[in-house]
């Protein structure tokens, strides 16, 4: 008996995730529990578990494919089938079986069989890697199974990845230098036939490639139905990467030549261009997953709140020295401290002060809920783009401890493993736009809260001190809120009480 595993829903009335990983082959043993594949849902990626004990006997998904929840997208042979199996002799059905599991593992698409044949996957064990490091494998065209780890329990970090890509690039150009000479050695006993017929011309109605050789295709621009082959798959021309690198390679060369044939009519007194000149201007990629998600919430709170943001700025110079003199006593516990802890703080005091900014408008209801909980979400870019991890209960715990888990949330979102509950329940969120030298924004609300902090980049800047000009360290503010709910003298009110704390870190102790 055969057991047949659906996408499972992996989040809150999920209709559909895209297939971002298999952890593992046909042929496989599996336990119960054991991750067997990579899935991303619309807040993340996440791993789904096998449901038994058993061999991977068809794996009916490929990787990059959107699946609806509900389709089967792998089958296992448990073990109890195994052992009869076993007892009945029936040596024609483990040829079909084995059959079988070749054909499979051939319509997968690796690109690399003899990484394959050797890699971690192929003997029946688990490649142990986070997800960012296997979607920069997919991206460097690096099979996750043949890098060697270097972290715990031999983990697979970006670096790794990166180094076994640096590694496969030497070998490739030491190849490619020797090839020449080779060629001409042989070229005298036997010349190799020109591809014929529909398979090698370019133009082609349909090309069959790996989703790795396909996403390629799409980072160089180029179409896979114009890159010459002379493989076949089940009669259909195949592709590999290494000939979609040379095509686009060739292509860019040509187009290079193109634009210095242009520039060199144009000091001529030529001005006249070709439509190759303007060719690959363009690229396209799919508006699905966690962008189409972010894109769909911003929509919604644009359109739905009328937004209206007010700007001021602090001087956060003793904010400065109160940090750089805790910044070591917390690194040696351990613990990176930042500036955000502070303005969390900061932001419940104004918020204890002008609770109507930390409410949610019902509007079925036709009420206003005011939240007396102090859950604050903090914008992290990623990717995928702008998530935003929730930190729990801000006002019952300390600097130390906000650190701490706004860091391993932040984390966690950037690599795609955060759970989706870790991005739900906010009452309050905080954007950070300073990070990348930004002072001013319209931040959009978080729908269906009803206020959003920017922070700016602090600078240094001349201000009048006891009349004098000296230079201090200055934060901009940019607080955007729903005007339905909360006036402009409210938000105007909350900025000054969260500048008063910031500007003097001691009140942030009472």
């Given at each position: 008996?055969?057991?047949?595993?659906?996408?499972?829903?992996?989040?809150?009335?999920?209709?559909?995730?895209?297939?971002?990983?298999?952890?593992?082959?046909?042929?496989?043993?599996?336990?119960?529990?054991?991750?067997?594949?990579?899935?991303?849902?619309?807040?993340?990626?996440?791993?789904?578990?096998?449901?038994v004990?058993?061999?991977?006997?068809?794996?009916?998904?490929?990787?990059?494919?959107?699946?609806?929840?509900g389709?089967?997208?792998?089958?296992?042979?448990?073990?109890?089938?195994?052992?009869?199996?076993?007892?009945?002799?029936?040596?024609?059905s483990?040829?079909?079986?084995?059959?079988?599991?070749?054909?499979?593992?051939?319509?997968?698409?690796?690109e690399?069989?003899?990484?394959?044949?050797?890699?971690?996957?192929?003997?029946?064990?688990?490649?142990?890697?986070?997800?960012?490091?296997?979607?920069?494998?997919?991206?460097?065209?690096?099979?996750i199974?043949?890098?060697?780890?270097?972290?715990?329990?031999?983990?697979?970090?970006?670096?790794?990845?990166?180094?076994?890509?640096?590694?496969?690039?030497?070998?490739?150009?030491?190849?490619?230098a020797?090839?020449?000479?080779?060629?001409?050695?042989?070229?005298?006993?036997?010349?190799?036939?020109?591809?014929?017929?529909?398979?090698?011309?370019?133009?082609?109605?349909?090309?069959?490639?790996?989703?790795?050789?396909?996403?390629?295709?799409?980072?160089?621009?180029?179409?896979?139905?114009?890159?010459?082959?002379?493989?076949?798959?089940?009669?259909?021309?195949?592709?590999?990467?290494?000939?979609?690198r040379?095509?686009a390679?060739?292509?860019?060369a040509?187009?290079?030549?193109?634009?210095?044939?242009?520039?060199?009519?144009?000091?001529?007194?030529?001005?006249?261009?070709?439509?190759?000149?303007?060719?690959?201007?363009?690229?396209?990629?799919?508006?699905?997953?966690?962008?189409r998600?972010?894109?769909?919430?911003?929509?919604t709170?644009k359109?739905?709140?009328?937004?209206?943001?007010?700007?001021?700025?602090?001087?956060?110079?003793?904010?400065?020295?109160?940090?750089?003199?805790?910044?070591?006593?917390?690194?040696?516990?351990?613990?990176?401290l930042?500036?955000?802890?502070?303005?969390?703080?900061?932001?419940?005091?104004?918020?204890?002060?002008?609770?109507?900014?930390?409410?949610?408008?019902?509007?079925?209801?036709?009420?206003?809920?005011?939240?007396?909980?102090?859950?604050?979400?903090v914008?992290?870019?990623?990717?995928?783009?702008?998530?935003?991890?929730?930190?729990?209960?801000?006002?019952?715990?300390?600097?130390?401890?906000?650190?701490?888990e706004?860091?391993?949330l932040?984390?966690?979102?950037?690599?795609?493993?955060?759970?989706?509950e870790?991005?739900?329940?906010?009452?309050?969120?905080?954007?950070?736009?300073?990070?990348?030298?930004?002072?001013?924004?319209?931040?959009?609300?978080?729908?269906?809260?009803?206020?959003?902090?920017?922070?700016?980049?602090?600078?240094?800047k001349?201000?009048?001190?006891?009349?004098?000009?000296?230079?201090?360290?200055?934060?901009?503010?940019?607080?955007?809120?729903?005007?339905?709910?909360?006036?402009?003298?409210?938000?105007?009110?909350?900025t000054?009480?969260?500048?008063?704390?910031?500007?003097?870190?001691?009140?942030?102790?009472?």
């Amino acid at each position: 008996m055969v057991r047949e595993f659906e996408l499972p829903d992996v989040g809150e009335g999920l209709a559909e995730a895209e297939i971002v990983s298999w952890l593992v082959s046909v042929g496989d043993a599996v336990t119960e529990d054991q991750p067997v594949a990579e899935v991303e849902t619309d807040k993340a990626v996440v791993e789904v578990p096998s449901p038994v004990n058993g061999t991977v006997k068809e794996i009916l998904a490929e990787e990059g494919e959107m699946v609806p929840v509900g389709n089967v997208i792998i089958t296992f042979a448990t073990e109890e089938d195994e052992t009869a199996s076993e007892e009945s002799g029936d040596t024609e059905s483990d040829e079909s079986e084995a059959e079988s599991a070749i054909s499979a593992v051939s319509e997968v698409g690796d690109e690399d069989e003899d990484a394959e044949a050797g890699g971690t996957a192929a003997k029946g064990g688990r490649v142990f890697a986070s997800p960012s490091a296997r979607r920069l494998a997919r991206e460097l065209d690096v099979d996750i199974a043949a890098v060697e780890g270097s972290g715990p329990g031999g983990r697979v970090s970006d670096a790794d990845v990166r180094a076994h890509a640096a590694s496969d690039d030497e070998e490739e150009a030491v190849e490619s230098a020797v090839e020449p000479a080779t060629a001409k050695v042989g070229e005298d006993d036997e010349e190799e036939p020109a591809p014929t017929g529909d398979v090698a011309r370019a133009g082609r109605d349909q090309t069959l490639a790996a989703p790795a050789t396909r996403r390629l295709a799409e980072e160089e621009s180029v179409n896979l139905d114009d890159v010459p082959t002379d493989e076949t798959r089940d009669g259909e021309a195949f592709v590999r990467p290494e000939q979609v690198r040379e095509f686009a390679e060739t292509q860019r060369a040509a187009q290079a030549a193109d634009t210095e044939a242009v520039q060199a009519g144009q000091e001529a007194g030529a001005v006249s261009t070709t439509p190759e000149q303007v060719d690959q201007r363009e690229t396209r990629e799919p508006y699905t997953g966690i962008r189409r998600t972010i894109g769909e919430q911003m929509e919604t709170s644009k359109y739905t709140a009328p937004h209206v943001t007010h700007h001021d700025e602090v001087d956060v110079t003793k904010l400065v020295e109160t940090r750089a003199r805790l910044k070591e006593e917390a690194e040696a516990r351990g613990q990176k401290l930042s500036y955000m802890p502070f303005v969390l703080k900061a932001v419940v005091a104004g918020l204890r002060e002008y609770p109507v900014l930390n409410s949610q408008l019902d509007e079925e209801a036709d009420e206003i809920v005011t939240k007396h909980y102090y859950n604050i979400g903090v914008a992290a870019a990623t990717d995928a783009g702008l998530m935003v991890p929730v930190v729990d209960a801000v006002d019952q715990k300390g600097l130390l401890q906000l650190s701490e888990e706004m860091n391993e949330l932040v984390a966690a979102a950037r690599d795609r493993s955060i759970a989706r509950e870790d991005m739900q329940g906010g009452t309050f969120s905080i954007t950070n736009f300073g990070a990348i030298g930004g002072e001013y924004a319209t931040p959009i609300i978080n729908y269906p809260e009803t206020a959003i902090l920017g922070l700016g980049a602090i600078k240094e800047k001349p201000r009048v001190v006891d009349g004098e000009v000296v230079p201090r360290h200055v934060l901009t503010l940019s607080l955007s809120i729903d005007h339905r709910v909360i006036d402009g003298a409210e938000a105007a009110a909350f900025t000054n009480t969260v500048k008063e704390h910031l500007q003097n870190p001691e009140l942030l102790l009472l």
